[in-house]
T-cell receptor, first 112, second 112 residues
Framework: SQQGEEDPQALSIQEGENATMNCSYK?????LQWYRQNSGRGLVHLIL?????REKHSGRLRVTLDTSKKSSSLLITASRAADTASYFC????????????FGSGTRLSIRP | NAGVTQTPKFQVLKTGQSMTLQCAQD?????MSWYRQDPGMGLRLIHY???????DQGEVPNGYNVSRSTTEDFPLRLLSAAPSQTSVYFC???????????FGQGTRLTVV
């Protein structure tokens, strides 16, 4: 079974609006990462947040982590057409922390 | 910088054939992994390696073998291809299991 599950599965917003995606996971983690995948391409790393951090920023991206709820959110502000992609969270399984497991992803579409 | 290189980019196999998907990285990363991605889904971990000579199973290891004789290379072998193995395969590497991963561009495999 997958460690991370993203919500919603698909999101369509107007250019300029903010997009929020959520990720829930099942076991304790050391860190959580967010990746972007453009259609048919490899994944690109966006941001990593450690279990002892609650919020992290990178440009137009803001990630929060709530370990008590086993959840994270990715906020993209002032969306652009180029943000159209699938977004995945990835976590290390708590027991061995050697397996990096990905969620099923959120497909984000930005309407012009 | 080459990063993570996967070959081939596309492959068509007949049921029962075997083949090896190649993955090489030039960043001296210890951690390498193989994922498969089926249409509209996230990535599922097949096998991973935390260093040369050390490999372990992921979420969906059946039908696949790996070896890690050098730090740079992490080939994935399909022993007897089945239509259920039709997928896009991604190789990834990272400095450690807790660091950001770099992905190859993927191998699109079709088994007929």
């Amino acid at each position: 079974s997958q460690q991370g599950e993203e919500d919603p599965q698909a999101l369509s917003i107007q250019e300029g609006e903010n997009a929020t995606m959520n990720c829930s996971y099942k076991t304790s983690i050391n860190n959580l990462q967010w990746y972007r995948q453009n259609s048919g391409r490899g994944l690109v790393h966006l941001i990593l947040i450690r279990s002892n951090e609650r919020e992290k920023h990178s440009g137009r991206l803001r990630v929060t982590l709530d370990t008590s709820k086993k959840s994270s959110s990715l906020l993209i502000t002032a969306s652009r057409a180029a943000d159209t992609a699938s977004y995945f969270c990835a976590t290390d399984e708590g027991s061995s922390a050697s397996k990096i497991i990905f969620g099923s992803g959120t497909r984000l579409s930005i309407r012009p | 910088n080459a990063g993570v290189t996967q070959t081939p980019k596309f492959q068509v196999l007949k049921t029962g054939q075997s083949m090896t998907l190649q993955c090489a990285q030039d960043m001296n990363h210890e951690y390498m992994s193989w994922y498969r991605q089926d249409p509209g889904m996230g990535l599922r971990l097949i096998h991973y390696s935390v260093g040369a000579g050390i490999t372990d199973q992921g979420e969906v290891p059946n039908g696949y073998n790996v070896s890690r004789s050098t730090t740079e290379d992490f080939p994935l072998r399909l022993l007897s291809a089945a239509p259920s193995q039709t997928s896009v395969y991604f190789c990834a590497s990272s400095y450690s299991r807790r660091a950001r991963a770099f992905f190859g561009q993927g191998t699109r495999l079709t088994v007929v």
